[in-house]
């Protein structure tokens, strides 16, 4: 079955430091790899995604994701965290089976950057 | 401004009744998308529609409805049939159906539905 894990319900990090969210997945061939940023009462937007190509891809606001195809992992970072980083994050991974452009979530990391 | 339009943003339901949350989009998108969220829980998939007049059920159908009349608009009614329907709906859109796979979904920023 497809899956997708993201395994701290929550990270905590200081304004400055690196941040890492972490994202492992499930399917059967190569995966279509997305995520996501949610501020309190609004909707998901769209940060990057990998598709084919580079291992490391860049995304708005300063962010990137790293995807280990050997550990089947795609990891959220970002080299300076900033205050309002702080916000659920969701990993997602597209559903192979039947083209319908289906997306599976993780359960979301709550990132709390402090000052 | 293209984008989704979800409405209203917080909506109160009382037991046994059927309530209906609104969805439009005008970026010209085929394929929509109904998810509910609940905490710690991520998102999961209610409905799902590829084109006008056809739509699909998702992981967590039961105690809902759907209809896919024009391509802008995709309303999710709730119906009393739904159990325990307070939850944070999202809806969503993807720009083409031949480019699924790789291509990401806008969200709405989503219907907050509470049982009093």
């Known amino acids: 079955a497809q899956s997708v894990a993201q395994p701290e319900d929550q990270v905590n990090v200081a304004e400055g430091n690196p941040l890492t969210v972490k994202c492992t997945y499930s399917?059967?061939?190569?995966?279509?790899l997305f995520w996501y940023v949610q501020y309190p009462n609004r909707g998901l937007q769209f940060l990057l995604k990998?598709?084919?190509?580079?291992?490391l891809v860049k995304g708005s606001y300063g962010f990137e994701a790293e995807f280990n195809k050997s550990q089947t992992s795609f990891h959220l970072k970002k080299p300076s965290a900033l205050v309002s980083d702080s916000a659920l994050y969701f990993c997602?991974?597209?559903?192979?089976?039947?083209?319908?452009?289906?997306?599976?979530f993780g359960q979301g990391t709550t990132l709390q950057v402090k000052p | 401004d293209g984008g989704i339009t979800q409405s209203p943003k917080y909506l109160f339901r009382k037991e046994g009744q059927n309530v209906t949350l609104s969805c439009e989009q005008n970026?010209?998108?085929?394929?929509m998308y109904w998810y509910r969220q609940d905490p710690g829980q991520g998102l999961r998939l209610i409905y799902y529609?590829?084109?006008?007049?056809?739509?699909q059920k998702g992981d967590i159908a039961e105690g809902y409805s759907v209809s896919r009349e024009k391509k802008e608009s995709f309303p999710l009614t709730v119906t009393s049939a739904q159990k325990n329907p307070t939850a944070f709906y999202l809806c969503?859109?993807?720009?083409?159906?031949?480019?699924?796979?790789?291509?990401?979904?806008?969200f709405g920023q989503g219907t907050r539905l509470t049982v009093v």
């Open positions: 997602a991974v597209r559903d192979m089976g039947g083209n319908t452009g289906k997306l599976i």
């Open positions: 399917v059967s061939g190569n995966p279509y």
């Open positions: 990998y598709i084919t190509g580079d291992n």
């Open positions: 970026l010209n998108h085929d394929a």
């Open positions: 529609s590829q084109i006008v007049n056809d739509f």
């Open positions: 969503a859109s993807l720009r083409s159906r031949d480019r699924v796979m790789n291509t990401e979904a806008f």
